[in-house]
């Protein structure tokens, strides 16, 4: 009965990672400063929270943002990790796994949004987005091999 088991576990192993090779493709992208927003009202309550993911400008010496999200579940608000030290936030869109790390955070509360004041130094046409469409075209042709 062990040998039967035995095979049962393999072949069970075998179609589970069989599965995982199938599953959702990943974007991980870098930046230079990650933080998380907590926008209150007059009264001091949260209203949302969002996740703003920013570049360094060497010529203007100033951070730019990149991209933002609002923070729908806990699982999205950002993970310290230890080895290499980092921050990282998850999230899926669509079956992708998304992630954003840096070595850089910052908490901050307040009654004006940072993503808009950011919009007078850098419009949001000028910004350089996270995943573009050609990125993810490789990427996914990448995965899928």
Not at 6 to 19: L, N, Y
């Amino acid at each position: 009965m062990s040998t039967f088991w035995s095979i049962a576990a393999f072949i069970v192993a075998t179609a589970v990672s069989g599965v995982a090779d199938q599953g959702p493709s990943n974007r991980t992208q870098r930046v230079d400063m990650i933080e998380l927003n907590h926008f209150v009202d007059e009264n001091g309550r949260e209203v949302f929270q969002q996740l703003i993911f920013y570049d360094w400008s060497k010529q203007e010496k100033r951070f730019h943002v990149r991209a933002w999200r609002l923070v729908k579940k806990p699982s999205q608000l950002p993970t310290r990790r230890w080895n290499p030290t980092l921050y990282e936030c998850v999230w899926h869109d669509d079956g992708v796994r998304k992630m954003v790390t840096s070595s850089s955070m910052r908490e901050t509360w307040s009654q004006q949004d940072p993503e808009r004041v950011n919009r007078e130094f850098l419009s949001e046409d000028r910004r350089i987005p996270l995943w573009d469409s050609q990125t993810a075209q490789a990427n996914d042709a990448t995965t899928s091999r």
